[in-house]
């Protein structure tokens, strides 16, 4: 098994910028409000013509800037995304093409928010067996393209953007450990209903709003909070660590609420949790990735740190990876 660590991230974020001020009025809500209940006080939404491809190349591009390797060399291309180009071909192909990684082989990975997870855990797992040596990890999404700007318990949530990571087969052992899970029992939770194969586009689903986000919030806090807590200790025990070895802590920027009770219930110090939820709202698969890349050029996580990213999302799914940093 080879060891396998991160050697560059980057991320992108639209410039096009939503603030609770500029809610206040399409939606019946307010800066307070929409602060006490989430963290969020502005997020950032795609241009019309920006795809969740053209999010996902620029925050490639600064990743393999960062890691110093040419596109040529990249062996594979995982774009986790719920707010793909189209529903096929997959938005990694669409990727592999703007940054001319003609080498690489390309598919999309669907797990809500926990997708950037699920797709290091994947990418971790492909390198170790010795298939491949490079891989870029994306978590990307556009999805103010899908929200319903007159429900305000959505709207105010989400934003957009990118985030990437390169991994590479390494004598130094980066990533220790993954875990995931997944809960189908609870897919009617977080939604988005039509337009696929169970109910196809149709005068009717555009009509009754189906082709928007749908989410039971206050049944999702305490599992989200549950589940991102056994996450984060299952990955942990793997590697025969503990909490109090963690830090730096980066979990899925959903609401403040949520990442606030995580930590306390795992028993991090606040100092040790990354959060960039107020300026980008909950960017879902995107989330961790973007925070991942903010906290290392921060300075934030150095050398020798151990970290922790745990996420949670529609499926319902969980995973967290822990890796330590060393670049």
């Not at 990442?259 to 306390?264: G, L, R, Y």
Request: aromatic share 8%; glycine share 8%; charged share 25%.
């Amino acid at each position: 098994m080879q060891n396998v660590k991160i050697i560059g991230t980057g991320s992108y974020i639209p410039k096009k910028v939503l603030t609770n001020s500029d809610l206040e009025k399409i939606v019946d809500t307010n800066n307070e409000w929409i602060i006490s209940r989430t963290g969020i006080s502005e997020r950032h939404l795609a241009e019309d013509n920006e795809a969740t491809s053209d999010l996902s190349s620029r925050a490639t591009l600064e990743a393999m800037k960062d890691a110093n390797i040419k596109a040529e060399e990249i062996d594979l291309i995982i774009v986790a995304t719920n707010s793909p180009d189209m529903v096929f071909p997959s938005t990694a192909c669409l990727v592999q093409e703007k940054i001319k990684a003609k080498n690489a082989a390309t598919f999309d990975l669907q797990a809500g928010c926990t997708g950037f997870v699920y797709g290091m855990v994947t990418a971790w797992q492909f390198i170790a067996s010795g298939f491949y040596n490079n891989a870029i990890i994306i978590g990307a999404e556009a999805l103010s393209k899908f929200v319903d700007w007159t429900d305000r318990n959505t709207c105010v949530l989400f934003g957009d953007g990118a985030g990437a990571v390169v991994l590479k087969a390494n004598k130094m052992r980066g990533v220790l450990s993954g875990y995931l899970k997944g809960d189908g029992a609870r897919a009617d939770l977080i939604k988005f209903p039509a337009g696929a194969s169970k109910i196809p586009a149709s005068h009717e689903t555009i009509e009754q709003k189906l082709h928007y986000i749908k989410m039971k919030g206050n049944e999702v806090f305490k599992i989200a909070v549950r589940e991102m807590r056994r996450a984060t200790l299952k990955a942990l025990a793997k590697c025969n660590l503990s909490v109090n070895d963690v830090d730096c802590f980066i979990p899925h920027q959903a609401n403040i609420r949520i990442i606030s009770a995580v930590a306390k219930v795992l028993g991090i110090e606040k100092d040790k949790v990354f959060v960039n939820l107020n300026r980008y709202g909950n960017t879902s698969a995107a989330s961790v990735a973007i925070a991942l890349d903010e906290a290392v050029k921060e300075g934030k996580i150095k050398n020798g740190d151990i970290v922790v990213l745990t996420a949670f999302g529609a499926g319902l799914t969980s995973g967290s990876v822990v890796f330590r940093w060393d670049k």
